[in-house]
T-cell receptor, first 114, second 111 residues
Framework: KAGVTQTPRYLIKTRGQQVTLSCSPI?????VSWYQQTPGQGLQFLFE???????NKGNFPGRFSGRQFSNSRSEMNVSTLELGDSALYLC?????????????FGQGTRLTVV | GIQVEQSPPDLILQEGANSTLRCNFS?????LQWFHQNPWGQLINLFY???GTKQNGRLSATTVATERYSLLYISSSQTTDSGVYFC?????????????FGGGTRLMVKP
């Protein structure tokens, strides 16, 4: 079965612009999580969506937002980009393994803000 | 929130050597996964192991949930094992799917 698909793979934006990233989860998975990876802060949780509802949110400013569609595809948006938003953004598709849930990651979107 | 610490932060091995990577966590968990991050940034699933022991080829993992640690063993290492290994946990009382990652162990295997 198809894996987790993130688009685009690479993106260069200018400070002050906004950006939208997309994630298509594994077929049948209803939960999608987003993570930011930077050299200084490591891998940090952004938010999770389950059945079109935000279920968990990390400690990020309101410029970071997301949504999930009825087909479980998710988008995240970053408005008013700052240089510090340059990072690898990873999407996880969460599915049941036994009683609990296992995360499967996409290839990521590498965002550079100039 | 839960704290996750991985050790060592860096590891250099000669091809064929064995290694043990450790992950300590500060609270009860309902999920623990080990990942290998490839050079292109993708996190590759190695083990889903909230408790017990699993083996997959040259890799094996053990989680002792009551003592809040997990170990990843790599035997007969190969140059293709190089990269960063992450441990990630889900908090026991969190109803959703939020993983907290450790800082990673950067492994370099020399030929």
């Amino acid at each position: 079965k198809a894996g987790v698909t993130q688009t685009p793979r690479y993106l260069i934006k200018t400070r002050g612009q906004q950006v939208t990233l997309s994630c298509s989860p594994i077929s049948g998975h209803r939960s999608v999580s987003w993570y930011q990876q930077t050299p200084g802060q490591g891998l940090q949780f952004l938010f999770e969506y389950f059945s079109e509802t935000q279920r968990n949110k990390g400690n990020f400013p309101g410029r970071f937002s997301g949504r999930q569609f009825s087909n479980s595809r998710s988008e995240m948006n970053v408005s008013t980009l700052e240089l510090g938003d340059s990072a690898l953004y990873l999407c996880a598709s969460n599915g049941k393994t036994g009683l609990n849930t296992e995360a499967f990651f996409g290839q990521g979107t590498r965002l550079t803000v100039v | 929130g839960i704290q996750v610490e991985q050790s060592p932060p860096d590891l250099i091995l000669q091809e064929g050597a064995n290694s043990t990577l450790r992950c300590n966590f500060s609270d009860s968990v309902n999920n623990l996964q080990w990942f290998h991050q490839n050079p292109w940034g993708q996190l590759i699933n190695l083990f889903y192991i909230p408790s017990g022991t699993k083996q997959n080829g040259r890799l094996s993992a053990t989680t002792v949930a009551t003592e809040r640690y997990s170990l990843l063993y790599i035997s007969s290492s190969q140059t293709t094992d190089s990269g960063v290994y992450f441990c990630a946990v889900g908090e026991w009382d969190n109803a959703g799917n939020m993983l907290t990652f450790g800082g990673g162990t950067r492994l370099m295997v020399k030929p």
